[in-house]
């Protein structure tokens, strides 16, 4: 049989049931009165003194109902059960579990892998105020509840601070946040333009493409106005940022740039994942985005100079998107599209 377990503040054990009893209990029938169980001289047992029997019940003595002893009790057998049983040993040192921390990728928010809140709060020790004002972008969210918003400068050293970055110059977040707000903006474009080309079908696209780089926003206009229906804005849905994780195509450029300097370039100083929403044909889709951040020298004027590149990933869609973009340029030009252009203007 199983061990039971009951409080500890159990009352004491119940008589048990002989197992001979057992049948007596389920059909009714009355026990023997010499049995011990039955007899309320109970002191008699105790003391080995012999018990004379009674005499036995005359027919016309009606039986008692049921046995006084009480065989279906299960909280006393429970508590019989807890008054044997042993207590499981725990170790002298035994603590309780405590609760377990929180992962680091569960304090993220999902939609951009950044801290869930960023306090607008000063840093211990900063000594120059920040404003803590943000900007609204030109992005839509894929929620549908309006746009994007940068952080603030406060928010934007909060953020690098918790990140290690302890050597930030103060002096310089304003300056990072409005590079930040127009690289993201300038990013934003490029996808828009890419959405704009190809997000109707590769059929569409090859038709934009097929007279090169240079003409297709000539090409894309005439269809646009061909066709005569606006076309459905992309929005984003979340973005990652991803510095150490180097593309394949920006490794490929660094090995060309070790054996022809006309490649040589530096790597790029940060990279994203941007995951849009495309409406294709009435049904929504979710396209991956891939932006290389290369720095290139300043301006005679010392302003900064920075280019993107902006592309789909690398999947089944994404691959021929990026081939036709690229081939119906190289096309274009190799087969003398621009020669026939200028004859044809004469």
């Known amino acids: 049989m199983g061990w039971f377990w009951a409080d500890g503040n159990a009352s004491a054990a119940a008589p048990v049931v002989p197992p001979s009893h057992k049948g007596l209990a389920a059909s009714g029938a009355v026990p023997p009165p010499s049995c011990p169980m039955h007899n309320k001289t109970m002191d008699a047992l105790s003391a080995h003194k012999p018990v004379t029997p009674a005499p036995e019940p005359t027919p016309a003595a009606a039986p008692p109902s049921k046995c006084p002893v009480n065989h279906g009790a299960k909280d006393t057998l429970v508590a019989a059960a807890a008054a044997v049983a042993p207590k499981q040993p725990q170790p002298e040192n035994h603590q309780p579990a405590a609760a377990s921390e929180p992962s680091f990728f569960s304090k993220l928010n999902p939609l951009n892998y950044m801290f869930s809140s960023i306090s607008q ?5 900063q000594a120059i105020a920040l404003p803590t004002e943000r900007d609204p972008s030109s992005i839509p969210k894929g929620t549908g509840d309006g746009n994007w918003e940068y952080p603030s400068p406060q928010q934007m050293y909060n953020a690098l601070l918790r990140k290690g970055y302890t050597d930030t110059d103060i002096t310089a977040v304003e300056s990072m946040v409005a590079v930040h707000n127009f690289l993201n903006e300038g990013a934003w474009n490029e996808i828009v333009e890419w959405e704009r080309r ?3 079908g590769l059929m569409r696209g090859w038709e934009i ?13 005439r269809l646009e106005a061909q066709e005569n229906d606006p076309e459905p804005q992309p929005t984003l849905i979340r973005f990652q940022g ?7 195509k920006a490794a490929l450029l660094q090995v060309l740039g070790r054996i022809n300097s006309k490649y040589a370039t530096d790597p790029p ?7 849009v929403s495309r409406d294709e044909n009435g049904q929504k889709k979710e396209v991956r985005y891939v932006i290389d951040f290369y ?5 005679p004027t010392g302003e900064p100079v920075f280019y993107l590149d902006v592309r789909p990933a690398v999947t089944v869609t994404g691959a021929c998107e990026r081939l036709l973009r690229w081939g119906g340029d190289v096309w274009w030009k190799a087969s003398g599209g621009e020669v026939r252009e200028r004859e044809r203007s004469k």
């Open 242 to 248: 991803r510095p150490k994780d180097m593309t394949p």
């Open 209 to 221: 493409m097929k007279r090169g780089e240079e003409n297709a926003p000539m090409m894309l206009r």
């Open 198 to 200: 190809f997000g109707k």
């Open 121 to 125: 709060e000063p840093a211990p020790n």
């Open 269 to 275: 100083f940060d990279r994203h994942d941007w995951y």
């Open 295 to 299: 720095s290139a020298p300043p301006e």
